[in-house]
């Protein structure tokens, strides 16, 4: 468990310039990202990072834009409307 | 043809044919000459009818046609056309049917009849969206003008062979199949044992970690159902818009319909790098009013249209009708994603159906059938659901029928030709887009 006062670990997705993907990712890694997957033909990752690290991943050079990571949750099943 | 006519030659018509008050035929011929002895032809006709006089119209100057038209007595050749009007005493109608059948130069001649408004229903041509108010390409309108007659039939379909929302798009009518056509479902999964489903799955994959691709919640049988269901199940319905469709079945939500953004986006990569030239997702979450789409989905969109991908999506069914309307739920509100609305079997916006209450992505691009909607379900059986998320699948199916119709097409102009070819809908723009989708 973290402790009270550190910052939450939180999630994120990012879209970066597909044409310097790994060079773009790699500067995400140095600015504090935890890559969890990666989808270089889209041009797309996503992982975890510190939350008070995420104004940094915005700065990096090739980075199109950052999201927080979240849940899509379909209604039960049974449930008529879907 | 209706009246006293009988072959190109038509017989003597009673004048002022009584149609109810208004008479159906006005007195005068109408001939259709050989274009290329058109003068000749009339010359004809004026010496052995004895016509008073022949005016002769060439150009395209209305004034000029009325004025001549509305004058007593007077037979007119349309030059440009070679078809004249041509005003005979009515002891002369039989020399002028004679002379018609005589003449080399005259292709057919018939009473001329008045046209009533309203005797033709004519395609209706108002638009619920930014699209040209008035279109001349004929089979547009013919197809409207069918579909007219279907949102004219009103809530009561019978769907012995065919389920309601087939024929609300009029895929039943369509002899395309979505031959070949890769279409991707990010869902829950697939019943892949299903005797209907399991000839069309062309590939499956799994973004759920420790959950394999088979569907334990039944939203991804049913939605790939509706894309790719059999022209004829054994013991059902035809309830699949594309039945010759290759399905790629990517499984980014979990059995109890849970998911991340993380996973939809490696599905969505997955799909693209497969050849999907469309992903169906009937899935999103809801938005608040004000609320801007998310720029990383906007992005890989944006990059799978130009890689040849349309992506479709859930409008959302967070609205409570009427009164309540709730926004286009994400990733639908994505500019580059098409949101699809839902429709009930009467054709009106679905009680839950999402609206165009943000801005920018956040509209409505097509309306498709969403209540009642029957399709596959897990264990080889059957079940009717109702959602935007039943909705979207119809879409998907119906871009594999515009894809099968031109393998060439871009995505981008894949994307508009399926929407140019909706229905126009009553409701507003807000709540169906372009309208109900129609296969093409």
Redesign the interface.
């Known amino acids: 468990m973290s402790e009270p006062d550190a910052p939450r670990t939180v999630g994120v997705v990012l879209a970066v310039d597909p044409d310097r993907f790994d060079e773009v990712v790699e500067a995400l890694r140095r600015a504090g990202l935890r890559v969890t997957a990666e989808q270089p033909l889209l041009g797309s990752l996503s992982g975890t990072l510190s939350e008070d690290r995420l104004p940094a991943l915005a700065a990096v050079d090739g980075v199109l834009a950052v999201d927080r990571d979240r849940t899509v949750t379909l209604p039960e099943p049974g449930s008529p409307l879907q | 043809m209706n009246g006293p006519v009988s072959g190109p030659f038509g017989g003597q018509p009673e004048r002022a044919e009584a149609r109810g008050n208004e008479p159906t035929y006005t007195g005068r011929y109408v001939v259709l000459l050989d274009q290329a002895e058109a003068r000749q032809g009339m010359e004809g006709l004026r010496s052995a009818v004895g016509v008073q006089s022949v005016e002769t119209v060439s150009g395209a100057d209305p004034g000029e046609a009325t004025e001549v038209l509305a004058a007593s007595g007077a037979s007119v050749l349309f030059d440009n056309l070679g078809v004249a009007v041509v005003d005979t005493d009515p002891d002369q109608r039989h020399a002028l049917v004679t002379a018609a059948e005589t003449s080399s130069s005259v292709v057919a001649a018939e009473p001329e009849r008045y046209v009533y408004a309203l005797m033709i229903t004519e395609a209706e041509r108002t638009v619920t969206h930014s699209y040209p108010a008035y279109r001349s390409d004929d089979d547009q309108i013919a197809r409207q003008a069918r579909a007219e007659v279907t949102a004219h039939r009103g809530p009561t379909w019978d769907e012995t062979t065919c389920t309601w929302g087939l024929q609300a798009i009029r895929a039943n009518f369509s002899t395309l199949t979505g031959r070949d056509v890769k279409v991707c479902v990010l869902d ?1 999964g697939v019943d892949t044992g299903h005797p209907d489903l399991a000839g069309c799955l062309e590939e499956t994959a799994s973004f759920v970690e420790g959950e394999a691709v088979e569907d334990g ?3 991804g049988t ?1 939605c790939i159902g509706t894309v790719a269901g059999p022209a004829d199940p054994a013991d059902a319905p035809r309830y699949g818009v594309a039945g010759d469709a290759r399905v790629l079945a990517g499984k980014v ?1 979990s059995n109890r ?6 996973q ?3 599905g ?2 997955w799909a ?2 497969q050849g999907a030239k469309v992903i169906s997702m ?4 809801s938005v608040e009013p004000g609320e801007l789409f ?7 969109a944006r ?2 249209l130009r ?1 040849g991908t349309v992506m479709v999506a859930a409008a959302g ?1 967070e609205s409570r009708r009427p009164g309540v309307v709730r926004p286009v739920g ?1 990733p639908a509100n994505c500019p580059s994603i098409l949101a699809v609305a839902a429709l009930n079997k009467d054709l009106a916006t679905a009680f ?1 159906s999402c609206g165009a209450i943000n801005g920018e992505g956040g509209e409505v691009n097509v309306a498709a059938p969403g209540v009642g909607i029957f399709s596959a379900a897990p264990g080889s059986s059957y079940q009717s ?3 935007t ?2 909705a979207t699948p119809h879409v998907a199916g119906a871009l594999a029928l515009y894809a099968e119709a031109d393998p060439e097409m871009a995505a981008d102009a894949l994307r508009d030709r399926m929407l140019a070819g909706a229905y126009p809908l009553p409701q507003l723009a807000e709540d169906v887009g372009s309208g109900l989708l129609q296969v093409p």
């Open positions: 829950t919640n039944g939203h049913h939500l319909g849970s998911g991340t953004d993380g939809i986006l490696a969505m990569s693209v790098s009937s899935l999103g979450a998310p720029q990383t989905y906007e992005q890989v990059r799978a890689l069914n994400r839950f659901l109702m959602g998320s039943m």
